[in-house]
Antibody, heavy 122, light 109 residues
Framework: QVQLVQSGAEVKKPGASVKVSCEAS????????IHWARQAPGQGLEWIAW????????NSIQKFQGRMTMTRDKSISTVTMELRGLKSDDTAIFYC???????????????WGQGTMVTVSS | SSELTQDPVMSVALGQTIEITCQGD??????ASWYQQKPGQAPILIIY???DRPSGIPDRFSGSNSGNTASLTITGAQAEDEADYYC????????????FGGGTKLTVL
């Protein structure tokens, strides 16, 4: 079945880096954009970034530019989000999600990863 | 960048109907999609496009759009509908970007 499986929870110290992977299966990896969202403890969802698995092009919200890198490896159908210079307020669950193909203007995520908890603590 | 505004907290009596709204300028150009999230779980898509439901989503969930407002209606709310609900739309300044609403915590009484 179509699914996204993310890497496991991480505990990092302030200033460190973290990599969160998102492995796709059950569909053609290159045909669907992947987006990332995060959710701080007790807070709402925050959209943060996207990657085109076909070309590797990507972008993120301004607050993460310069600190976040997204890559993809077509051979293993995996996208990876790296966040550097971690701060305590980066503590959150990070989700990857597949963009649904729809004929109408808008955006929808039809498949989500299970989430990866990243804890930043000294 | 765009912003989407949702009422943070709403409640509905069991079996009654509730409309959850999402307001923002981007909704004049793009449809919102809606997600349900229960504690400890990833969000799931419940409404997208004009008013489409993925397979498996009950037909008591419906969506509508007017001007800068998208609405999610639950007709005959069930206990299992108690959850957080989020809207999302593309950003008006860069349609590769997106923005979530702040979320609505729905209690079923």
């Amino acid at each position: 079945q179509v699914q996204l499986v993310q890497s496991g929870a991480e505990v990092k110290k302030p200033g460190a880096s973290v990599k969160v992977s998102c492995e796709a299966s059950g569909y053609s990896f290159s045909d669907y954009y992947i987006h990332w969202a995060r959710q701080a403890p007790g807070q709402g969802l925050e959209w943060i970034a996207w990657i085109n698995p076909d070309t590797g092009s990507s972008n993120s919200i301004q607050k993460f530019q310069g600190r976040m890198t997204m890559t993809r490896d077509k051979s293993i159908s995996t996208v990876t989000m790296e966040l550097r210079g971690l701060k305590s307020d980066d503590t959150a669950i990070f989700y990857c999600a597949r963009v649904m193909r729809t004929a109408v203007a808008g955006i929808a995520f039809d498949v989500w990863g299970q989430g990866t908890m990243v804890t930043v603590s000294s | 960048s765009s912003e989407l505004t949702q009422d943070p907290v709403m409640s509905v009596a069991l079996g009654q109907t509730i409309e959850i709204t999402c307001q923002g300028d981007s909704l004049r150009n793009y449809y919102a999609s809606w997600y349900q999230q229960k504690p400890g779980q990833a969000p799931i898509l419940i409404i997208y496009g004009k008013n489409d439901r993925p397979s498996g989503i009950p037909d008591r969930f419906s969506g509508s759009n007017s001007g800068n407002t998208a609405s999610l209606t639950i007709t005959g709310a069930q206990a299992e509908d108690e959850a957080d609900y989020y809207c999302i739309s593309r950003d008006t300044t860069d349609n590769h970007l997106a923005v979530f609403g702040g979320g609505t915590k729905l209690t079923v009484l």
